[in-house]
Structure formats: C-alpha cells, structure tokens
C-alpha cells in the first residue's frame, strides 16, 4: 500500500504541474516519434495524430497485458503511466496557437497539435482542448491510484509486481 501511496502522489504532482520535466518524458518522447513512423501510413493527418496517440496507446497495451494475465495491482501502477502521458500530451495540445514548446526537429518541425487543430477549425479552442486532455490524465491518475490502492490488499500480486 506504501507503493501505491508514493506513486500515486507523485503521479497526482505530475498532473498539478505538468510542465516540469520529467524522468519518464525520455520514453514518452521515443515512443510518440515512433507513433509518427508507425501512423504513416494511414496519411498525413493519421501520421501527426499518431505520435500523441502511440503516447498514450503504447502503456495503454501494458495495462491490457496485466489485465489480461489478471494482475489487477501491477496494471493499475501502469496506469499511473498512462495518466502521466496524456497529461504530457496536453502541454503539446496547449501549445498549439502559441507554438512556444522546443520541437524535437528544431524550427523546421511541424507543430502536431497547430496542424491537427488547424485542420480540424478548432485552433481557437486550444486552451480548451488541452484542459480536457490534462482532465482526462489527471482522472485516469486518480482512477490509477484508487485502483492501487484497493488492488494493493492482494499482497501476493503486490509482492511479484514489484
């Protein structure tokens, strides 16, 4: 239960102040380039969407694993993840008009959330957008944590998940 105490407070002070950096920020960020390359074909639209969406698809999959292998204790930690990464996601959604973020390619890069937004007709609805994608990170934590918590009574999965 102290486990899940810890990282469920860590994981709640990442959505509190998302724009700090953060160890896991190094994955994320090779995973959501990997989206780009693995979305491509699908088109252009599909391959911008697709490094956000490889973000949060990619430790969603883990959570699966765990569910499916009835790990209930193991899957709610990598939940912590997942809530981590959508809130990550929307500091780059949140940017979109102000496009003030470092992008990984340097000046020449595309904004993915200024193209998506501007494709769709919703770049006026920025800080919006990126308020309910960081809601939604900081609900999937929170539903991480209660998870956690609960799951942690099971101590024999507790113990060979750690």
Known sequence: MAAASLAGLYFVWCALDPHQPRLIDGANLLIHEAG??????????????????????????????????RKPYSAALVLFWVGESIVNVSVYAADAAAMELPLTGGSD???DWNY?????????????????????????????????LKASGNQNEAVSAG
Do not use: D, K, N
């Open 116 to 148: 998506l937004l501007s494709r769709l007709g919703m770049l006026s609805a920025t800080v919006t957008i990126g308020r309910l994608i960081r809601l939604t990170g900081a609900a999937t934590i929170m539903a991480g944590w209660v998870w956690a």
């Open 36 to 69: 780009h390359l693995f979305f491509r074909p699908f088109g252009e639209f599909m391959m911008i969407a697709g490094g956000s969406l490889f973000q949060v698809i990619v430790p969603s999959i883990f959570v699966g694993y765990f569910i499916y292998y």
């Open 109 to 111: 890069s595309v904004h």
